[in-house]
């Protein structure tokens, strides 16, 4: 199917040569702007989102124009003076459309004939460590941001310019700027890598500008010469061709870097990214190009993309910060302020997404901008109903996928996703729960201040790889102490975990499981995750049910990291006064043993307190099991790694079963000093059953209530009968799951 | 002139006698009952916090009563339903005034009496841990919560009552409570502690509501009798008499609690505990008994010690966590809510007052609340102005203080007070600094989860004494790793620091300056701190001079309890991944050495970051000096202690001069992922002048400009003339400090 639209496409480029040309016209429109010089005088946000583009670009035009001759890498003036020369013409651009001011329209066209001026003059940017060096910075990857950006600039004076002043900055500046980041770098251009969104992005859009149809289709469809064979990985170790890849151009990006349900396989920190030159060329195309349907491909993939963005978020706008992901990444994004507008003008004007357009603060000035506005003027905002779901991942959706869960104010998210290539982390099964904006059970996310200079430039430490990025850096399931598949990215992409069972219709009882097989050879696991909602208790349970069958005896640990103060545990335990690291590898080596224990009892509950909540873990223990309270922070100078705490669950074992009850409880002000309900509802958890085939467990509350939950984990089939022998007493159900009151 | 005016307020008393009761009349009058009628119809806070307390007490009354016989602990049932009821009792009566609903006086009455036919049926609570046991709860303190809270519920129903219910009452369950924890026990009442304020004031309030003048010349001045001699210190260890103590009463509370600027030598966070019965009893004498005039004695003290309530706070309203207190105590807390409207109405109705009662976002139910809510609700709350201050120690005011200064965002507070009793912490010369709302240089408070089970029973943890009482534990010089007066109370309370210096007139250079002098033998410490505004500096610069004046030579370590993530040092540091206690006692026992270095150079600067802001410290470095990274958290089993960072400036020396700056600047959000300001402004700090009377320092800043802070450490006189030979340049000054730009 995606082959066949992609020459469907090609059919209808080659007979649209013919339309008229129209400036502006990439995200704006002769028609929008006339409705954009009522707008800002009329809509609140889109105002102050131009009364602040102006200020900044009144500011800019106070200085004189300065474009340099390339030397300096990021940080450096020559990278930061072109960064800020490309958004701020962009921004001059608009400005003059909306305030029909030529002085903006002038500025723009002096600082494009002094970029014309001294292109010709050199031959690339000196810095020589890029696998693709770029013109006016150094790689190919910033001077494409710098196109798609003046792209806009110069769509916007297009029709203003005179004849000849076009033509020279068509022949002397963009046509051979374009050339320079596709044909004479296809090693940037012709991958299937956000590198290449940016580059198809970039050249597409002065392609729609210029009416040039040979930028155009290269854009869309790639190139068809070859890359230099010499080059085969980029800076960050990423294969420059995919095995198998046989297509490249814009819509080689659509079909291989999202699933159907719009989940981009690096997670959502880098959709984020990715997203801009995906959305801004889209709009840009929709508008120049309607026939294209670009926003209709693949199902209106794009726009579905935005939704699944939104959808990863807590309750601060704050994206789930799996695999490399630096937290606190938000909707407040400047990416996200374009994305949310024009999936609302876009993607059928649910009025839902105002209200995050609301809370944004800003709009972009564009067409979608004016219509958020709009509309948010007009009161048409409601609030963003975030339901629990699955979103697969994989081109075909068939490779695994993330589960969340919502119930309440908890948000449970289970990943079971492909790797997600040289930014993925060793982390199948693992899970995060927030309470609301808090995080309960965190992800450590990446070890990196991006951009801050101190911390190594602000690029990613060491301890990414060495701690991020391993098992026992996250909720999962870490056997002999070592990374799931070895802690090698080649052989974890090669496959993904399994979806097995995922069901929320009923809000009460929802459950999300998964298998995965292929992480540790002999071990074959599965989570099974449910959140209930129980009569007499103030908020969801979660119950987590971690089965491993397993050929021989093997070492289980099983972290969770829990965020706040540890209050209590039931179980006896001696700290260290003395800390050394737990181990020499597998991220062992940065973590801290700071108390452990041999477990005693079949039940081990501990509480902890984080931002005026309490939470319970109770879990079922068997003979031999250890807790070890754990510290981040061992062989990382420099203060690389945050001091966080955990708890690890230590078990010998073949097959086997970790149960464990979740429940945030009471509260307490520091205020008030009056603490409610600081001890868990959970008086009991016992494991009735547990078989490679099925898992019976059952709880009990404080009011002497019990509950049972059964669960068959080969067979989903919603017409099967199962059967267990549990002491005296047959249970049977039907389907998957069965959780009653007893 | 105090002695003087107690013989004169027992003349008034004397001839008062005939004075009219009316009922209600304590913190309700006939008048305000009408006018708070109208006003839960007009003034939304007064609705909102009357239908609360309405709806807690129709809750309650649905419930059957309750009047066990006493037997268990806090925490226990039969002392929380006692201390429930109180409250509850208390708000019925409010509520049955104002609604008029006979069925609240009723079944205060039901309660009253349930409690007056148990009150003879036993001796006393079966606990006898208290050094002075109660009567229905295991201590006279909560007897006396108790007392002081049914007293106005009784209030409120008195006149309702027939003639022979009150005399029953009065006879057989009041007078002879009100005996109990007074005449009966001597050893609680007759002291000057918060414990007596409590006592002194139920007993007064109940005797105001039954006109019975024996009791209320018992809690205004005192009981004649003498203490047992058996008894002579509390459960905490606090002596029965103070040294000296000639008074008792409320009369003496007033005098001895509270220094003449309204500090409390506990600190604040025992301030707000202990005002609630300052004020109540209080309020319902300036009702009552007018001719006290309560309000006004000492200078209008009791409306002073409110303001010196709201002065120690940060933006968040939050109590400066000096002492024992638990951080987070704030202005929300209920002891606040009824202080604020009191302070509005009776002190003047400062109209700054009304924006942190619409912040606090309820009233008391009293005419201070009403005249509250009605002037919100007109629209006169003005924003509450912070100013730099200095609060003096000691009841004449001359032992001691805190300086604070605020200026732009930042609030600093140096503490050179009295030692503050059992409560207090081994820290002269400490500071904290806040920006904002958010802590840049932390006091750990109390090792303390108030009420929190889980904690110890949330009482104060055995890590009180051995950690956060500990001078290594705050902001101040440790001489030889031993706390200040050995770490002994008896010591540290018969001296106090040495106010020398406060300014803030000028607001571009506010300094704060003090001695000490007994801490540490042999050992002459001053510390000298200046906020600075200056010319194109985003924030202001705090510059922290600490000279120490000693016999010989001694190891001294500079802490700094810095809040957020370490970002850079310029000085070489390595980092341990074996962590082991710095010490075995006198508090370093508690910190882990994470990292240490040997400094060098002549600067050593470190960066940090907190919550989006970066913090540079810039310090000059004499040879040898050496720096040590620690963490919080050795030795304390059962996670007693938060795993907070400092850094430690070692120096072996005998006089010296250890020379500070903190710069704020910059941002960074996470979203946006552009760090601005990331490094310092300061580029160099030089001690030019370091000697007994005098100090000078110079610092530069990026852009070149230098300034000079002169300092005349000995001799405040504003108009003597300074002269200190620098090199080849002789500095001369008028007055105690010079600040110039070179």
């Known amino acids: 199917m995606v082959k066949g639209f992609t020459i469907s496409t090609l059919i209808i480029l080659s007979i649209s040569v013919g339309y008229s040309q129209q400036h502006p016209g990439l995200l704006l429109t002769k028609e929008s ?28 035009m106070s200085r004189p124009i300065s474009v340099p001759i390339p030397k300096d890498l990021p940080g450096g003036f020559t990278h930061e003076q072109h960064k800020n ?82 033509n020279k900055l068509n022949k002397e ?21 956000n590198h290449s969104t940016w580059g198809n992005a970039a050249v597409g859009m002065i392609g729609l500008v210029m009416d040039d149809k040979e930028l155009i289709d290269w854009a869309l469809n790639g190139l068809k010469i070859k890359v230099p064979g010499d080059i085969v990985k980029d800076n960050d170790g990423g294969a420059i061709q995919l095995k198998g890849q046989t297509e490249a151009g814009f819509f080689a990006q659509l079909d291989h870097s999202f699933s159907p349900d719009g989940y981009y396989t690096e997670g959502p920190y880098y959709q984020r990214y990715a997203m801009y030159p995906f959305l801004i060329f889209a709009e840009a195309l929709a508008n120049k190009k309607p026939e294209l ?46 994305a949310l507008s024009m999936a609302y003008h876009y993607g059928g004007k649910n009025p839902q997404l105002l209200s995050l357009i609301q809370e944004q603060g800003r709009v972009p ?3 979608s901008g004016l219509s958020a506005a709009k509309d948010i003027a007009a009161g048409l905002a409601k609030p963003y109903i975030f339901n629990s779901m699955e979103l697969t991942d994989g081109a075909n959706g068939d490779e695994g996928a993330i589960g969340i869960i ?122 099974t995750m449910a959140v209930l909602n129980i009569d007499g208790i103030e908020n969801p349970l979660v119950l987590d049910l971690f089965n491993i069958q397993a050929d021989k005896e093997e ?19 001696t700290t260290n ?7 020499e590898n597998s991220g062992y080596q940065h973590l801290w043993t700071e108390a452990q224990g041999s477990m005693t009892g079949n039940l081990m509950q501990m509480t902890w307190f984080n931002k005026g909540k309490f939470y319970t873990m109770t879990s079922t223990v068997k003979a031999g099991d250890e807790m070890l309270l754990t510290r981040i922070g061992g062989n990382a100078p420099n203060y690389a790694l945050r001091r966080d705490p955990g708890f690890i669950h230590r078990r010998k074992a073949g097959n086997t079963l970790f149960a464990n009850l979740y429940e945030r409880h009471g509260f307490y002000s520091r205020s008030d000093e009056i603490p409610v309900n600081s001890f868990t509802s959970i008086t009991d958890l016992t494991v009735l059953h547990e078989s490679a085939d099925y898992v019976v467990v059952q709880f009990e509350l404080k009011n002497g209530d019990k509950y049972r939950f059964a669960f068959s984990m080969n067979n989903k089939d919603e017409k099967t009968k199962h059967k267990v022998q549990i002491g005296n007493e047959l249970i049977e159900w039907m389907g998957v799951s069965q959780f009653l009151k007893k």
């Open 406 to 527: 919502r119930s309440k104010d908890l948000t449970l998210m289970m990943k079971y996703t492909k790797h997600g290539m040289g930014h993925g982390h060793f982390d199948r099964l693992s899970f995060l729960l927030y309470n609301g904006a808090d995080e309960v059970i965190q992800d450590y996310g990446a070890a990196r201040w991006v951009n801050i200079e101190h911390k190594d430039g602000g690029g990613y430490l060491k301890e990414n790889n060495t701690w991020a990025k391993q098992t026992v850096a996250h909720n999962t399931l870490v056997v002999n102490k070592t990374s799931q598949f070895m802690g090698k990215v080649d052989d974890a992409d090669k496959t993904s975990g399994t979806a097995y069972y995922f069901n929320a219709k009923n809000a009460n009882v929802q459950i999300v499981s998964a298998k995965e097989t292929n992480a540790y050879a002999g071990v074959a696991m599965q989570r």
């Open 33 to 60: 702007v006339v409705e954009l010089r009522q707008g800002v005088e009329k809509f609140p946000l889109l105002k102050t989102s131009y009364l602040e583009a102006k200020a900044e670009v009144d500011a800019a």
């Open 365 to 367: 000035l564009t067409t």
């Open 293 to 338: 349907g670009i926003l209709e491909y693949r199902n209106g993939l794009l726009i579905k993309a935005v939704f699944a963005l939104v959808d990863q978020t807590n309750a601060a706008g704050e994206f789930f910060p799996i695999n490399d992901s630096q937290k606190g990444m938000s909707l407040a994004s400047r990416e996200l302020v374009n």
């Open 577 to 583: 006064n003395t800390l050394t690291p737990m181990g």
């Open 85 to 166: 020369n490309f958004l701020m013409l962009q921004k001059a651009g608009v400005v003059f459309q909306i305030s029909n001011d030529e002085k903006y329209a002038k500025w723009i066209k002096d600082v494009l004939l002094t970029y014309a001026a001294i292109y010709p003059t050199f031959d690339k940017h000196p810095a020589t460590r890029s696998y693709a060096p770029g013109k006016f910075f150094w790689q190919c990857l910033n001077d494409a941001n710098w196109l798609v950006y003046v792209s806009q600039a110069y769509d916007c004076i297009y029709d203003w310019l005179d004849k000849k002043t076009v």
């Open 555 to 573: 070492s289980y640990d099983l972290p969770l990291y829990y965020m706040g103060e540890l209050m209590s545990t039931n179980q006896k335990y």
């Open 173 to 193: 500046l963009f046509r051979p700027y374009a050339e320079y980041i596709s044909i004479q770098n296809p090693q940037f251009f012709n991958r299937i890598h």
